[in-house]
């Protein structure tokens, strides 16, 4: 392969690769920003919905696209039945945000393992029809579920964009993100709030799940590895800021796939924690993000 062909195709790996962190990570950042802690579980929503999207379309034979309905509504119940049964008890309770992550923590490994007793831990493959060569873009190619992948969140970075700025729901996501005590005193139900965005944030947890089990197939560990990325893209643009995230996580993919050309795989991780430090230290609020302040329910 030619030097040009091959930037080409880094380059346009790089774009599907961001586009599924950015995913991933408005996700995660929208439900971080009004509950204000680290939803960890949201990895094993994104793992969920690919395989209940596997058991309906794969083995029970179901329409595709009925499969990937189904499964994008059950993903987010499920997110707001994690929030109305476990996270805000733990709120009630008065339990820190340290507490709540270390909750989201287990039902990530339970559902992990859930996952492995039912549908062991090989690869899965979902994969509706015969693989077709990829589609030609320059001297690059991309297959039709990874140029779906990039499209996609762009749609998802649109929608999220005019929900938080253009909708009764969006304003008072925000007010509860800047001072969750203030929009208490104007009336604003927290506790509201903070499910819809569990709802919509697992929604969106669940398109990503979808679309990387149709792109690479599905492990029980497929959604920890996808959060793990999402989370830094998330924290490097600025945890509350969707613009933020979608420019971190093109960046970070971009990164990812150069440094995979230039050293072995065993160094991806290292170079995202690298990342992450850096943001952390350098940055903490991210490229876009606004220091936060203490939330109060």
Known sequence: MDQGRMWSQILLNALIAGSTYSLVGIGFSLIFSPARF??????????????????MAVLFKLNHSLSIFIALFLAAILGSVMELLVFRRLRQQKGSGTIQLIASLGILVVLQNLISLVFGDDVMVLNPGVVKEGLQIGAARIT???LGIVLTNIVVFLLISFLLHRTKIGWMIRAVTDDAELAQIFGISVE?????????????AGIAGILIAYDIGLTPLLGFQALFMGVVAAISGGITSPTGTMLAGLLLGIIMQISAWLLPTQWQEAIAFTILLLFLLLRPQGLLGKPLRSKKV
Request: hydrophobic share 65%; no cysteine; glycine share 12%.
């Open 192 to 204: 509201l709030v903070i499910l819809l965005a569990f709802f919509i944030g697992s929604a969106i």
């Open 144 to 146: 039709d579920v990874q």
């Open 38 to 55: 680290f939803h960890m579980a949201h990895g094993g929503i994104i793992t969920v919905a690919g395989y209940l999207v596997y058991a």
